[in-house]
């Protein structure tokens, strides 16, 4: 009786072993199939939380220990006593008639045997020991528990079979993920930006995705969410809807939408399918680098002079527009409210394409070349230097900062060679001199014009000239009765201590005498750091007219200084205006300045009249 007592116990507890674990493997699988769901569902959105994929880890834990405790642990060790399986026992066999659990009540150390001798315990004991030996206790159990916890069993393998050979990687990534492995889930569809992450302030902005997908794109969703937490959703259109055409694929597919320029920086999320953008993409609007300051200056060719150093002069230019001569170089300069990654210089030309190239035969601007600037030790200021061509009309300074963005419409400004003008030369009036004309009186008092030369006289020729990039070579240029011009190269006279500076009313310095000859003096430059030499200039000297042949009374003496500027290769001339002497004899000479002196007075007596009048009134 009490081996079978302790087969049908153990056999209970297999059942029970087999049941419970059967139960505990397909709740835990199904818990673990509705996290990896959660996760998989989530994720298509967003982020899984971290806190909600902790919460499901352990309330899986949690739901395991707590079934397999009631289900697998206390059917183990709850224990029946042999009298409740005896009497089950009976209850399932009445032919025993309750034979076993006497047996087993009798034979128990403790028994209480008052009144029943030991043959009648012996008898009873023999006799329930020979009917348990034919009792079956498969029969007395309910075996079918082993075939539902195999089908259950069964069922969880194939479903995790199928499952894992459906999609393998997505299982083991998911899996992985419920012990909070960091595995990215995989999608049908991979949505990856090309959109910039820095972009211009207050201008569009473009947000490109490239949608990676066997099929249909359907779906799709943007969302943009700016610093101030508004948040729009944008329709993109597409740009390239089979990038096969391109050699890059046929499940590739490209797509845009235009963030409006009043969104400062801001973050934008993309959905299509079962994919999402991985992680969301950000945008950081910044100012376009701008020119706050231009200048420029003409650098003049080295034939307008040096400074001491030897560097070339140069002149500002005002608001950056650039006129220069030829052989001149140009320098440009800027500022930037920013720091640049680079600056240069534009240079414009009309386009010389032929009319069919051209747009409707109508001229192009074109960039004919381009300059780069250095830029200074804080990155915000650039110069550059370039060569001024006939060509080129106009300029413009491009700048850009780290990003690479330029500034927007950079402004124009003009290049113009103009030629040299020639140098501007005037003959000082003439004056009857105390040492030429004694008794005539002070000199200043005697201007007059046309004076005549007595023969063998001399010709007294004042005059000035100005250029502003300078005065080189003076020449007399002279002729007698409309004969050939002849010149004669006028000597150059330098400044010192004793004849002072050159004062050009006169023609002569300072200190000179009246009978001190200066045929050509340039003055130097005040301030050869700054001031260009040799722009102001002129002379004073007698021209003898003794040494001229064959010169009769009556003859007509023209004259005439030029003077050039300082461009050796292509020299611009500066003509006086043409003066003419005629040569007398002396008794002609004081007849005529008689009567010049005749006509001075009453000149003098008229003005005096005049001025009385104007007085009495």
Aim: hydrophobic residues 40%.
């Amino acid at each position: 009786s009490q081996r079978l007592i302790s087969s049908l116990r153990r056999r209970e507890r297999l059942l029970a072993l087999a049941w419970g674990a059967a139960r505990l493997v397909l709740v835990v699988i199904v818990a673990l199939a509705v996290a990896c769901y959660v996760d998989w569902r989530v994720d298509m959105r967003r982020d899984t939380p971290w806190a909600l994929r902790v919460g499901m880890l352990v309330g899986q834990i949690a739901l395991a220990l707590g079934l397999a405790w009631w289900w697998v642990v206390q059917p183990l060790v709850r224990r029946r006593t042999d009298d409740d399986v005896a009497l089950f026992i009976e209850d399932q066999t009445p032919a025993l008639g309750h034979r076993l659990i006497s047996a087993v009540q009798l034979n128990r150390a403790n028994a209480d045997t008052a009144g029943m001798s030991p043959e009648l315990i012996g008898v009873v004991t023999q006799e329930a020991e020979e009917r348990a030996k034919v009792i079956d206790v498969g029969e007395l159990t309910d075996g079918r528990l082993l075939w539902k916890a195999a089908g259950i069993v069964s069922l969880v393998a194939i479903f995790a079979v199928t499952a894992r050979y459906a999609a393998p990687k997505t299982v083991s990534v998911l899996l992985a993920r419920q012990i909070l492995g960091e595995e990215e889930i995989p999608r049908t569809t991979t949505i990856t930006s090309r959109t910039f992450e820095v972009w211009p302030l207050g201008e569009p902005t473009p947000v490109t995705f490239f949608v990676d997908r066997n099929g249909p794109v359907t779906g799709i969703e943007v969302r943009v969410t700016a610093e101030n937490g508004t948040e729009i959703r944008l329709e993109p259109v597409t740009v390239v809807d089979d990038w096969n055409v391109l050699g890059l694929g046929s499940r590739q597919r490209a797509f845009s939408t235009d963030v409006p320029a009043h969104f400062g920086d801001f973050e934008f999320r993309i959905w299509a399918a079962d994919g999402r953008l991985k992680p969301p993409g950000h945008v950081r609007r910044v100012p376009r680098p701008s020119v706050i300051n231009q200048d420029a200056a003409v650098v003049l060719p080295a034939h307008c002079g040096t400074k001491p150093d030897g560097g070339r002069y140069r002149v500002a230019q005002p608001r950056g527009e650039i006129i220069g001569i030829p052989g001149s170089d140009a320098i440009v300069s800027c500022k930037s409210q920013k720091p640049l990654r680079k600056a240069f210089i534009e240079l414009l030309a009309v386009s010389t394409a032929p009319e069919e190239v051209v747009h409707g035969g109508a001229s192009v601007v074109v960039v004919n070349r381009m300059i780069d600037m250095e830029l200074g030790e804080n990155r915000m200021e650039g110069v550059g230097r370039f060569d001024m061509k006939p060509e080129e009309s106009a300029y413009r300074i491009v700048v850009e900062d780290e990003h690479a963005f330029r500034n927007a419409d950079p402004p124009r400004r003009g290049i113009k060679i103009v030629p040299e003008e020639p140098p501007t030369v005037a003959l000082l009036p003439e004056q009857f001199l105390p040492d030429q004309y004694p008794g005539a009186g002070v000199a200043e008092d005697f201007e007059v014009e046309g004076v005549p030369i007595p023969m063998g006289g001399s010709i007294r020729i004042a005059y000035t000239a100005t250029h502003p990039f300078g005065l080189g070579r003076a020449t007399l240029q002279y002729r007698v009765n409309e004969g050939p011009w002849q010149p004669f190269p006028l000597g150059e006279t330098p400044a010192t201590e004793k004849t002072g500076p050159f004062d050009p009313r006169r023609g002569a310095f300072a200190n000179s005498k009246p009978g001190d000859q200066v045929q050509f003096h340039a003055v130097p430059s005040p301030d050869p750091e700054r001031l260009l030499p040799r722009t102001d200039g002129g002379g004073r000297f007698d021209f003898q007219t003794r040494g001229l042949p064959d010169l009769k009374i009556g003859d007509r003496i023209e004259f005439f200084v030029e003077v050039a500027n300082r461009d050796p290769n292509a020299p611009q001339i500066g003509r006086s205006e043409t003066r003419v002497k005629t040569i007398v004899t002396v008794p002609q000479l004081v007849q005529w300045i008689d009567a010049t002196l005749r006509q001075e007075d009453r000149i003098r007596q008229l003005e005096q009249k005049q001025k009385g009048v104007f007085k009495k009134d």
